[in-house]
């Protein structure tokens, strides 16, 4: 049996173990920045690491929504084509620090494999350190052995569909929020509010009933002032401080969500790292983007 591995890993244990690990790149950039996460990727990564794209591997029937989680049989020809086997230790890292990286964290969970670890600081941390980083595109693996090819083996209690979240909101409106799974919710305040606009065009802001706002910034932090840009993941402490801070009861069921599902992980990986059980996260694949675009759904504002 494989030993488990460690959620979150740092560059030096990374430098180390470069040759017993497979690295994924899932850098993403909101359409707004004008950056383009693949070229990036290509200009600088770390070596040996394979380009994971959000966009790209996801579920492509449904158009409407940003990035849903794949279908496990395209998620598992996407892993033989990096040359990641169901055994593998899987790395993951962005260049936030602590951002997507988390999504593609969570994807694997959801799909079945736990060997998986979030790159605390990410590339930044890793150029931080000086280490060596490579340029190009590196070529897919193609043509493995049948005997190697990955499988995914779906966990359907890690996420959530709009179905469930409508039927938990209606849980917690008729208890007063005592009873029904928490929806912590990770976009920032202004657009949870309502004073702030969506991304989207034509997208409400807003939030679902009962939701709590726990904007997915609150639990980062830079430690280095000589390294500002290096976003690392707070202590398990200060991360069940923000939460409970909010009004949150960790001892409770938590749902993740945010505007299409990408922050909504980095709670849950945050989540987990500070002792939550696996069992009682889940995230909302869809998301707020879903959730407002379904013209029944019942939208809060605190302006």
Same mark, same amino acid.
């Given at each position: 049996m494989n030993a488990p591995a460690s959620r979150l890993v740092s560059a030096p244990w990374l430098r180390d173990n470069l040759n017993s690990v497979?690295?994924?790149?899932?850098s993403w950039h909101l359409p707004f920045f004008g950056r383009n996460a693949k070229e990036e990727f290509v200009s600088a990564h770390i070596p040996g690491a394979r380009f994971f794209g959000i966009d790209e591997i996801k579920d492509l029937s449904k158009a409407d929504l940003p990035h849903m989680l794949p279908p496990p049989e395209f998620f598992s020809s996407s892993m033989d084509k990096f040359g990641i086997s169901n055994g593998d230790h899987v790395v993951v890292y962005d260049t936030a620090g602590v951002g997507p990286a988390c999504r593609v964290f969570w994807t694997f969970h959801a799909m079945g494999h736990d060997r998986v670890s979030v790159l605390d600081g990410g590339l930044p941390a890793w150029v931080a350190e000086k280490y060596e980083t490579e340029s190009g595109d590196p070529q897919q693996v193609s043509n493995m052995p049948s005997s190697k090819r990955y499988t995914a083996q779906p966990v359907k209690d890690l996420l959530c569909d709009y179905t469930d979240v409508v039927g938990n909101i209606e849980q917690l409106k008729v208890s007063g929020g005592s009873r029904g799974k928490q929806i912590v919710d990770a976009r920032p305040n202004g657009r949870f509010t309502g004073k702030d606009p969506e991304f989207r065009p034509g997208l409400s802001s807003g939030h679902m009933p009962h939701a709590i706002s726990v904007p997915f910034t609150e639990v980062t932090e830079a430690p280095d002032a000589a390294n500002p840009q290096v976003q690392r993941l707070k202590s398990p402490q200060?991360?069940?401080?923000?939460?409970? &801070?909010?009004? #949150?009861?960790?001892d409770r069921?938590?749902?993740?969500?945010?505007?299409?599902?990408?922050?909504?992980?980095?709670l849950y990986f945050a989540l987990l790292n500070a002792g939550v059980s696996p069992h009682s996260l889940a995230v909302y694949d869809g998301s707020w983007t879903e959730y407002a675009?379904?013209?029944? &759904?019942?939208? #809060?504002k605190d302006v």
């Open positions: 497979k690295i994924l790149d899932c200060d991360i069940r401080r923000v939460f409970e &801070s909010k009004g #949150v009861d960790l069921p938590i749902i993740a969500s945010c505007g299409s599902g990408v922050t909504a992980s980095v675009l379904n013209p029944h &759904s019942e939208i #809060v």
